[in-house]
């Protein structure tokens, strides 16, 4: 994967006056778009889109100091208008592209390269199982993103659920896991960075159709899920597996992401104080190489 990391860099510099797309560095890959998009952020910390756009400016701006016109420098890099390509220019540098042509100031945004970065081993447990079309069927709320501690809006929603709905989760529980569930998908595009907000369910999974309109459904078709078990300290630890599952055990698995919700439960221990025993499953499908 490290190799293929660094290919896909050296892939956009070679293509960034070429119009290229995501999906462009997908299919030089063999990957699906989803599932490298995804990887990308997780290892990087920025959405490929965005970060093809902040190389394509900082080479128009490498361009600018070097006395190519602004006309010519925005078509070279794909832009449809010079206004459109001033505009992202202002956004991203401060500076008009006529002032960094006449000024020669520099504003760059230098290209990735992957490293090798051991730190130490930790195992990750996984299960792979195979589970039918389900219904997620609970209460779900737009809510803004956040990586570490207790999410307030998402303890909100739960407090929402009136003891009705409670009742008809539990009669609509019918295959395993048979546990309250968080669902979230449908994330804006700057997760990685807490910004913005993504789709989050509460709520059971089952196969049942006659499903009360007193509660949200989202349909999920059958897939391959990643199932990984862990147990400590809740929330870090639950919050550590789901991030492990991205930026460690997918890019050396053989599986890639599907576009589904992904989901997890824990089960707190009454014995130790906010220590919990919890699973994430995420859908995938095998990728041969």
């Known amino acids: 994967m490290l190799k293929t990391l660094n290919d896909v860099i050296n892939f956009i510099e070679d293509n960034l006056s070429n119009d290229i797309k995501v999906n462009d560095v997908a299919r030089y890959i063999g990957e699906s778009d989803y599932h490298f ?13 965005e970060y093809i ?19 010519d420098t925005a078509f070279k890099y794909g832009y449809q208008s010079v206004d459109g390509f001033t505009r992202a220019f202002k956004s991203w540098s401060g500076y008009l592209p006529s002032e960094v042509n006449k000024t020669k100031t520099i504003i760059s945004f230098p290209k990735l390269s992957f ?39 998402i303890v909100e929603l739960a407090q929402s659920i009136t003891e009705e709905q409670r009742a008809e989760m539990h009669k609509l529980q019918n295959i395993d896991p048979k546990q309250v569930i968080n669902a979230s998908y449908d994330a804006d595009e700057k997760f990685l960075k807490e910004e913005g907000d993504l789709t989050h369910v509460i709520g059971v999974i089952t196969t049942e159709e006659d499903i009360s309109t007193n509660l949200d459904t989202v349909s999920v078709d059958a897939h391959t899920w990643a199932v990984f078990p ?22 050396s698995s053989n599986y890639e992401l599907v576009d ?3 989901f997890s439960f824990a089960i707190m221990d009454s014995e130790k ?17």
Do not use: C
């Not at 756009?53 to 006309?71: E, F, I, M, P, Q």
């Not at 299960?127 to 737009?142: C, D, H, L, N």
């Open 37 to 49: 998009r995804k990887i990308f952020q997780y290892i990087t910390g920025i959405p490929l889109s």
């Open 53 to 71: 756009k902040k190389r394509k400016l900082s080479r128009a701006n490498h361009d600018l100091v070097n006395g190519h016109s602004v006309t």
């Open 230 to 251: 862990s147990e400590g300290e809740f929330p870090s630890t639950l919050q550590n597996t789901m991030a492990r599952t991205h930026s460690e055990w997918l890019p």
């Open 115 to 153: 490293y090798i970065d051991v730190r130490g081993g930790e195992n990750m447990e996984v299960q792979i199982k195979e589970m039918p079309a389900f219904t997620i069927a609970g209460v779900k709320k737009r809510v803004p993103m956040q990586f570490e501690g207790v999410n307030q809006a």
């Open 260 to 262: 589904a919700p992904s």
């Open 273 to 289: 104080e906010n220590y919990a025993y919890s699973e994430v499953w995420i859908a995938v499908k095998a990728h041969h190489r």
